[in-house]
């Protein structure tokens, strides 16, 4: 589904992501693990269109993407959920998912966004409650389900999410990575980039671990979890049989 | 998985076992900036080309532990070459290892056929050989029920066979001919045991030799390839067609070369197999020489995999026998014994060196028979072995006929040629 290859990025003479190749199968959680300023921010960055590549390719659904401007990548189902939630505050709870479905409207009309939004509260029934709330003055867990719903308005194949677990207490993470296991149930697939990574890694398919802006070790979540490297770097405490 | 798809995969884990490599090998990375090699312009697998190659020696020069990526505490497994050419040489597992290698010869074994309703009698030696731990545990995850019965014994090993209803056999295609003779010996008919697959490797074999172990024990004869140096068995192995072993591609990467250019040889020529690992955690191995002879069959493989096969090792590079400035492989003999009626499947080749000479004798057991009759029937047996073995090979060959056993016989690796040149 999405399929990356040798991505060099950066910020003028800064070389952020280096040498990056990464790949996400239909239907697949996947996550992407690394300290603060490993480039997670910037790849996801670069897949949506809003960092250009210096060099390597992007190719979503086997179209290249790198020339596509942001509005065109969404509209072929590719959508972020960006870290910190960025909901619009000064909008109601369902002013934000009816946003979130533009693209679905002008391919749909009308009927389709209202079912898709009747969908999401049954997803998120917090959100149903709090319809005509205020998006500004919603906890952290609940505007972190708005950010959610609001990219799953427009019917993504694929949902990246950057750091949902930040700032949030434990329980709210478990409630957030509930929901994302029953994204995966409906057919979604997950790209989760995490600074959590027992978190993340418990409930993924396959991993990568980012450094430096490099990708230091792939594979299956289970392989990441166990491996002595990852355990030291991210996970805290050696595992003691 | 598409060859696209597939390739992307190789790609990803290639990059990332360079950078294992680079940072924690001191070897390669000493190597890697030698050669000028960066790994982070790593771009695609045909830069695999650029990268060194790496030799039995320089595993001996690191000996023990010197190319482990690990740290010894993440090491829960060492094993050892089996050393059939020379010194031994030393190897590391990770827990993941340990689970992938369990998964590929688990592969392996469905490829074969065998499932887990099998009762699989591992008759290769347990230790440091990689062969009795690998094919044990990929028969476990299988969930077969393992006989750990170990090489040697060889009439407890019938015995067993029977008494446990032994459905798989695992050991070196010459033990396996050990047994089916013991078999005759003791009178028991191969086809009252339960016996109907075999898993054969860790040395070379001939087509001839698989037709002789389907006929002498009644199963059907698989081959299986694998090298401690890049994990042991499960790098390869036969599907039900018997024709060439699928490479598990998604974590070693196979090269044919030239073994003199070191150049890729034509898709499809036979050259030197050299291998790349792409998931090894404790022990990566990059574009490491195994010395192994054989080719890469392009065409698709009728039972519907995809990986690609390479036929079955036909010959080592190193024990490839240089005679008279022919090369000559112990292999082709083996062809050669196999389709003359009355010869045993025993045999050794010797080489001598007089006056500047090469003198080649073949010592061929042939059956009890044919001792017992008229010299002038032995004579025309020599001239006919002779005869074929100089088509054969394009070179003159002495041929000397013994008895039956007289030939030293190996629960292991069969030690087929003795070669007494100074050279």
Redesign the interface.
Known sequence: ML?I??LDAGYGNLRVL??I???V?GGEIVTMIGANGAGKTTLLSTVIGLVQPTSGSIAFMDQDCAPLASRHIVASGCVLVPEGRQVFAPMSVEENLILGGYVLQKKEGKAAVYRELKHQYDLFPVLRERRNQLAGTLSGGEQQMLAMGRALMSRPRLVMMDEPSTGLAPLVVRDIFKVIVQLRKEGNTVLLVEQNAKAALSIADRGYVLETG??????PAE?LL????VQRAYLGREKID | MSRE?LE??Q???L??TL??VGTHVPFYRKKFAELKIDY?????LADLRRLPFTVKQDLRDNYPYGLFA??Q??VVRIHSSSGTTGLATVVGY???DL??WSDLVARVLTGAGVTKDDVIQIAFGYGLFTGGFGLHYGAERLGASVIPISAGNTKRQIQIMQDFKTTALVCTPSYALIIADTMMEMGINPSSLSLRVGLFGAEPWSEAMRHEINAKLGIRATDNYGLSEVMGPGVAGECEECNGLHISEDHFLLEVLDPDTLEPVEPGEVGELVVTTL?K?AFPMIRYRTRDLTRLIPEPCACGRTFTRMQRIMGRTDDMLIIKGVNVFPIQIEKVLFEIEGTAPHYQIIIERENHNDKITVLVEVNESLFFDQMKKQRQMVDHIKARLASELGIGVNVKLVEEKTLERSEGKSKRVIDKRKL
């Open positions: 399929k290859r040798n280096k040498n190749s990464l790949h199968d490099k990708i230091i070790v792939q594979g392989d166990a491996n002595q490297d | 798809d992307q995969l790609l990803e884990r990059q990332s950078y294992r982070d312009d790593f771009k695609s690990v740290p505490r993440d990770t827990r993941n689970k992938n998931t955690e």
